[in-house]
């Protein structure tokens, strides 16, 4: 009962003929990429581009709003200058 039972099939199979290959790849016609193909490729690549650009309208909205806040300083700013030129002079401050 010590025999080495191995399996039919070996594990590396041998690397195919060399002539088959080269027949195979003379029946396959040598095709090239067209002036569609091309334009397609462009395109694309041109909408992935263009779809990946940084988004303008947060950098509007950003702005926007650093203005509404400067002219909220602003308004304040004067409405407490106002005030203080109002204020009585007899009152210490």
């Known amino acids: 009962m010590n025999t080495l039972v191995t399996g039919s099939r070996s594990?590396?199979?041998?690397?195919p003929d060399n002539q088959q290959s080269e027949q195979q790849h003379s029946s396959r016609r040598a095709s090239?990429?067209?002036i569609i193909d091309r334009l397609a490729l462009h395109l694309g690549v041109a909408?992935?581009?263009w779809s990946r650009r940084?988004?303008?309208s947060n950098n509007v909205d950003r702005v926007r709003n650093q203005v509404?806040?400067?002219l909220a300083i602003e308004r304040l700013?004067?409405?407490r200058?106002?005030?203080e030129s109002t204020y009585p002079w007899f009152i210490i401050r």
Do not use: I, M, S
């Open 54 to 56: 940084p988004r303008r």
């Open 77 to 79: 700013e004067k409405v």
């Open 47 to 49: 909408l992935v581009t």
């Open 68 to 70: 509404n806040r400067q």
């Open 32 to 34: 090239r990429v067209g």
């Open 81 to 83: 200058a106002r005030d």
């Open 11 to 15: 594990r590396h199979n041998d690397p």
